[in-house]
């Protein structure tokens, strides 16, 4: 989910970009509302504490989405907040390989369920039925119906929805995006609020402010996207050995992730790339010499039906959250993306100098030039150009083309 180990990178090295607020101090603000993870979080959060499945009503369909976005909307409203609810819409190809992965972990979830109830082990059961929740299109449908009802306004998202709710933020249209997904940071956002769930009123809400951040990590836009997908995202897999720490130095040594590539990167020679479902040649780095017979090349639909594996403990502390995008043309964007030079970059000649340090100057006894060794294998598929370009330009519905963002005052009639 979002951005690999971001999180907590902030808390330990820009611990200043995140603030603790109360939900009553964005009173009079318009918030866009990534709805896709508050879907997530109703389906797992309110469930049945006997067979700790959703709530139904008597047909047997699911209501708790229903109740936990009915719940949501009308605190907001009770705090004097302006939500504006995007939702997901196709997801991109590049995601297609995150959303088999979470479709297996559910298909594994499953079974282990059996297991579970055949031992009568209550608490795995539990634990698991998180990990096997699936948000639907007609749950999708369902809130949608609701919040019109309730004169709030949504938007059906081309693609990610927390890249709408940054576009709308950077155009003036709202002040804040509301989302668990940290990689709204990378779409742009300027501010983005996590833990607003008002299940405890003592909880504040977490602030962050990407000036901030950017600050402090002296990085501008692009090289704070490059950064974040050197620890990994749902559109690149991460490179075994970095994390958000190595990825930091390494941007600060070397400038860019082209340039850590090229001097710190070996290219896996065979390999398989695990249900990375891409069309032949849509990607530049790191496939046009491999071997194609190695790619899988099955098909995988890009419906809205998820799999969640939040209670799933992944190697190298991964995020988890809901995905979907689209394909379009944008014609709003971050702001101008300046070429990397000077500014909070050490000069690119240190990147050597590190090399040398790790595995030693060079040179043999005779003082002749030896190859330097490669520290990191790439991932047999690892499109970060392609990555990149969706971050910078994203799939959202122009500003233009956006209408009736304003609450709508219902009227209702009863006896």
């Known amino acids: ?43 797992i959060a309110i469930r049945d504490s006997e067979n700790y499945g959703n709530l139904t009503n008597e047909a047997g369909e699911a209501t708790s989405h229903i109740a936990g976005m009915l719940s949501r909307a009308i605190r907001m409203l009770e705090l004097g907040m302006k939500p504006v609810y995007v939702f997901d819409g196709k997801p991109p190809l590049l995601k297609s390989g995150e959303l088999a992965r979470r479709k297996d972990r559910k298909a594994q979830a499953e079974a282990e369920m059996k297991e579970a109830k055949e031992l009568g082990d209550d608490v795995r059961v539990k634990q698991l039925a998180g990990r096997m929740v699936r948000v639907t299109k007609k749950h999708n449908d369902d809130v949608k119906k609701l ?12 693609g990610e929805a927390e890249s709408q709710c940054a576009m709308l933020c950077r ?16 779409f742009g956002t300027p501010l983005l609020l996590r833990s607003m769930n008002f299940t405890d009123k003592k909880q504040p809400v977490m602030v962050y402010h990407l000036d901030k951040l950017l600050q402090t990590l002296n990085f501008n836009q692009e090289q704070f996207i490059e950064f974040c997908i050197l620890c990994g995202c749902d559109y690149c897999d991460s490179i075994k050995g970095i994390g958000p720490a190595t990825a930091y130095k390494l941007l600060k040594d070397y400038g860019s992730i082209e340039r850590i590539i090229d001097r710190l ?25 491999q071997d194609q017979d190695h790619m899988n090349q099955e098909q995988v639909t890009g419906s809205n039906e998820q799999v969640t594996g939040s209670n799933e403990q992944v190697t190298g502390s991964n995020e988890q959250v809901t995905g979907s995008n689209g394909s379009g043309t944008q014609t709003e964007s971050l702001p101008e993306l300046n070429e990397i030079s000077g500014s909070g970059i050490q000069d690119v000649d240190k990147g050597d100098d590190m090399v040398d340090e790790m595995v030693g100057d060079g040179l043999d006894k005779k003082g002749s030039d030896q190859k330097k060794k490669k520290l990191y294998e790439l991932p047999f598929m690892y499109p ?32």
């Open 1 to 43: 989910m979002g951005i690999h180990g971001l999180n907590k990178f902030v808390a330990e090295k820009a611990p200043g970009a995140v603030e603790h607020a109360a939900p009553q101090s964005f009173m009079g603000r318009t918030v866009a509302v990534d709805a896709s993870t508050c879907l997530y979080a109703f389906m």
């Open 171 to 186: 155009a003036g249209k709202a002040d804040a995006t509301v989302s668990e997904d940290s990689d709204s940071l990378c």
């Open 147 to 158: 919040l019109k009802l309730m004169g709030i306004p949504i938007i059906e998202a081309p």
């Open 265 to 289: 990167c070996t290219r896996p020679q065979h390999g398989t790339a695990t249900k990375n479902i891409y069309n032949d040649g849509i990607y530049t780095q790191g496939v046009m010499n």
């Open 384 to 415: 970060w150009a392609e990555a990149k370009q969706l971050f910078v330009y994203p799939d959202v519905i122009p500003l233009e083309e956006l209408k009736d963002l304003d609450f709508q005052q219902k009227e209702l009639q009863g006896g």
